[in-house]
């Protein structure tokens, strides 16, 4: 029968006799019946509520007696669709069937599991109890496999696999920390299993997500009050689970163009004549650069006493709208910091008082305390008041050419447990204040500056986050080899979890160590990160143009890779704004790992970036050689810069030069690339080289090319886009590369004109035509590459032919 076909039916009133392994020994089923697309299950104790949201995402409620149904959610945007699903009636169980999961309710004893076509995915455990003791926690128990990996819980570096581990659910800044940390700036309460599931607890209380520490196979989420909700996401292979868990609480939308550039970036600049000096510094130095980024001397001249101005301090920044306009001439944009605390010493002060701004003691008066900084008040991001007031500000600020925000000190970084915001206790709003502030500035932009793609970088945040174009980053980690080990888990980790443009302040940024090894290691590694932003405290100068000869060599060639791929870079984010698959993607991604006695879970010192390369960071000083797990048995890896050819599936060690680290690229690839460009405002897709890697194993691959103008909201669902498509075919001795370009309803195609590298051509080739027709081209038969230049259409379609 379906859902509507028993929309009002009261079924099966059962004693439960409960064993030992029972959800809970004193709950027992009364009734079920369906209510639209909710399946409503009475027990003793309370109600459950089970929804599907589509076939691979199901969402689960309790609620105990005495409790009503809270049905917010700060991280669900996807509406229910109807699926089609059954109810089908045993006598020992009740189940929710939908064409992919399958929800089963046992009756006796009660419990309640999860499968996903026909194979079990996880199941209560002891379900829903309340603890006893002081403490008086919340928790909802699932039951574990043995051997079943776990991912999650936001960002940590405590190894890829994370079962074993009790995390805290409260967003806090850990300063200056190196190769571990159990408790960062995001808290997801979210878990991933091995299995492709993940399940997300939505309920941004504090609490506790316990992976299994107590080694009973148990996944526990402990909260202090709150929904009880939580949904099971399942999907085929790991892009699926991570399109339909996007696709439940928002996917990423594209970045402006020029945050894949380079970043300049320190604690801090202390005068506009600094920031002018460094500029013009990576000018001279034809370092490209497309943004810098000011710290808080930008509204005072001392770190104490000032926060909360959040007006230009005309002392050390005589003109800013002129030192703005200049720079955006050279291609250059301007961020600014901004806190969420206004000190009582601040020239705001009186003003955020005034307009109710700020988060409040219980009679109403700003609750005032001391930190750091000062003596603060906290915006209230959660009331009217204090988005309307903290938003005029933003506002004001990027009429006058401010072109993207930097949201520090987020978490919030102190955050008294009996403040009162608007939208409940510190405790219910301290691990979703930053999400919050996040939204208030993508809000404001829908609102007022529509046509703009908004630039927000933020230390904390919460599921979903990724939906308001959030770009995260890891928080003050110290400058230290340890530093950098830990930041390819934190960055994969958040990517499993949405927020796929996690990175590092590269170079490391706590404490004042000189190390040029590691800064140049650091900065190689962020070629093949979301986002290339060396920072660090101004001690040790953490720009490239600053740095000593050797170390400004390899930092400038590290920058101006990142520029080259910026075609490749450019549709990769393009993938993640449509899918949900991240930049950064773990091996796991690729295979189980099975075929080569090789654990992938646990690998993050090696991971892809994108569809195309594998990167190994090089994170210990001194390296000479570097050990690489090459995933897909039987498949091919090359060398990115000598074309070596490696064979998938296998665990090997390579040699490491200083000039970069190990990256490679998969058979079948195509990479299309740019010359580097000063800055991006100079950059185009007008001439471009097409990289394919071609191996006898690879019979057909596919590629693409997306480009627009950098700058538009929402520029491909407005059809103002291109999107070139490549194509290969090889067989009976003949490989095809096909070019096909369409462009969106909105946008106008201009020529371009491509040079074809085809890597990996033992021999020369006995012919090459373009659309039948014989195509010049040159054969390198000691670096086994042909080049060939195609001619430049507007709209291109073509085939090329490739007789070997």
Do not use: C
């Not at 928790?139 to 999650?152: K, P, R, S, T």
């Not at 993940?198 to 992976?211: E, M, S």
């Not at 929904?227 to 991570?242: C, E, L, N, P, S």
């Not at 090459?630 to 810069?641: H, L």
């Amino acid at each position: 029968m379906t859902l509507k076909s028993i929309a009002s039916l009261v079924l099966l009133t059962l004693l439960a006799a409960a064993p030992a392994f029972a959800q809970n020994a004193a709950r027992q089923l009364e009734s079920f019946a369906a209510n639209g697309n909710t399946l409503e299950i009475a027990v003793s104790d309370g109600r459950y509520l089970i929804k599907p949201y589509s076939a691979t995402v199901v969402e689960t409620t309790f609620i105990p007696k005495g409790e009503q149904y809270d049905p917010r959610s700060h991280a669900v945007v996807l509406a229910p669709v109807d699926v089609a699903a059954t109810v089908k009636d045993s006598a020992t169980q009740v189940e929710l069937v939908t064409p992919g999961i399958t929800v089963t309710v046992d009756k006796k004893p009660f419990r309640i599991a999860y499968r996903y076509k026909g194979q079990p995915l996880v199941a209560e455990k002891a379900g829903y109890a309340r603890k006893a003791g002081q403490d008086g926690l919340e928790a909802i128990e699932f039951a574990l496999a043995d051997g079943e990996a776990l991912y999650g819980a936001g960002a940590r570096a405590v190894g890829m696999n994370r079962r074993g581990n009790r995390f805290q659910l409260y967003n806090k800044a850990d300063y200056g920390y190196g190769n571990r940390s159990q408790l960062l700036n995001f808290t997801i309460p979210m878990a991933l299993s091995s299995k492709r599931y993940a399940i997300h607890f939505d309920n941004p209380g504090t609490g506790w997500l316990d992976f299994d520490s107590r080694k009973d196979g148990t996944l526990r989420y402990e909260v202090t009050g709150g929904r009880k909700t939580y949904q099971v996401i399942a999907g085929d292979a790991w892009a699926d689970v991570m399109a339909n868990y996007t696709s439940l609480t928002g996917r990423q939308p594209l970045p402006p163009r020029w945050a894949f550039g380079n970043f300049a970036s320190r604690f801090g600049y202390r005068s506009e004549a600094e920031a002018r000096k460094t500029v013009a510094k990576f000018a001279a130095e034809k370092i490209p650069l497309d943004a810098i980024v000011l710290d808080l001397y930008w509204f005072g001249k001392e770190v104490k006493g000032t926060m909360g101005n959040l007006a230009w301090d005309k002392r050390t920044f005589p003109d800013p709208q002129g030192m703005m306009k200049d720079f955006a001439r050279q291609g250059v944009k301007t961020i600014l910091i901004t806190e969420p605390f206004v000190l009582t010493t601040s020239q705001r002060w009186q003003e955020a008082v005034a307009q109710k701004a700020l988060a409040t003691r219980a009679d109403g008066s700003p609750y005032t305390y001391d930190f750091y900084f000062g003596n603060t008040g906290l915006v209230d991001l959660t009331s009217s008041a204090g988005r309307d007031w903290f938003w005029n500000i933003y506002k004001d600020l990027a009429q006058q050419g401010v072109a993207g925000w930097w949201g520090d000190l987020g978490e919030p970084e102190v955050h008294p447990s009996d403040l009162r915001h608007a939208g409940g206790s510190a405790d219910e709003v301290h691990n979703v204040y930053g999400h919050e502030w996040a939204k208030l500035i993508a809000d404001g932009y829908r609102k007022d500056f529509p046509g703009q793609r908004p630039f927000i970088l933020m230390r904390a945040g919460y599921s979903g986050s990724q939906r308001f174009g959030m770009i995260p980053w890891s928080g003050d980690v110290g400058r230290s080899w340890g530093g950098l080990q830990s930041q390819m888990e934190i960055a994969l980790q958040m990517g499993m979890q949405g927020m796929g443009y996690m990175h590092s302040d590269l170079g490391g940024f706590a404490g004042p160590v000189l190390d040029d090894e590691l800064y140049a290691r650091w900065l190689q590694y962020g070629v093949f990160q979301p986002i290339f932003r060396p920072h660090a405290q101004e001690e040790v100068a953490p720009e490239p143009v600053y740095r000593a000869p050797r170390a400004k060599q390899l930092a400038a060639e590290a920058v101006r890779l990142r520029y080259a791929l910026l075609p490749y870079n450019y549709t990769t984010a393009f993938d993640n704004s449509q899918t949900g698959l991240p930049l950064m993607r773990p091996v796991l991604f690729e295979d189980s790992g099975s075929e080569s006695n090789v654990d992938t879970g646990a690998i993050a010192t090696t991971y892809l970036w994108g569809d195309s390369f594998l990167v190994a960071p090089v994170t210990e000083a001194g390296a000479t050689r570097k050990e690489v797990y090459f995933p897909n048995k039987g498949a091919a890896w090359f060398d990115f810069f000598s074309g070596e050819r490696h064979r998938g599936g296998i665990l090997e060690t390579v040699d490491v030069v200083a000039e970069h680290i190990p990256v490679f690229v998969r058979a079948g690839a195509f990479v299309p690339m740019t010359q580097p460009v000063q800055s991006t405002k100079d950059y185009s897709t007008a001439r471009i080289d097409l990289h394919y890697w071609h191996d006898d194993t690879v019979k057909q691959a596919a590629g693409k090319l997306y480009d627009d103008d950098g700058t538009t909201a929402g520029a491909f669902e407005a059809g103002r886009y291109e999107l070139a498509r490549f194509a290969s075919r090889f067989d009976a001795g003949r490989l095809r590369i096909g070019i096909a370009t369409e462009t969106g309803k909105d946008y106008a195609a201009k020529p371009r004109a491509y040079t074809l590298h085809v890597h990996n051509v033992a021999a020369r080739p006995r012919a090459v035509t373009l659309d039948g027709k014989p195509l010049a081209y040159r054969w390198d038969g000691k670096r086994r590459g042909l080049t060939a230049l195609l001619p430049a259409k507007t709209a291109l379609a073509a085939e090329i032919v490739v007789s070997l």
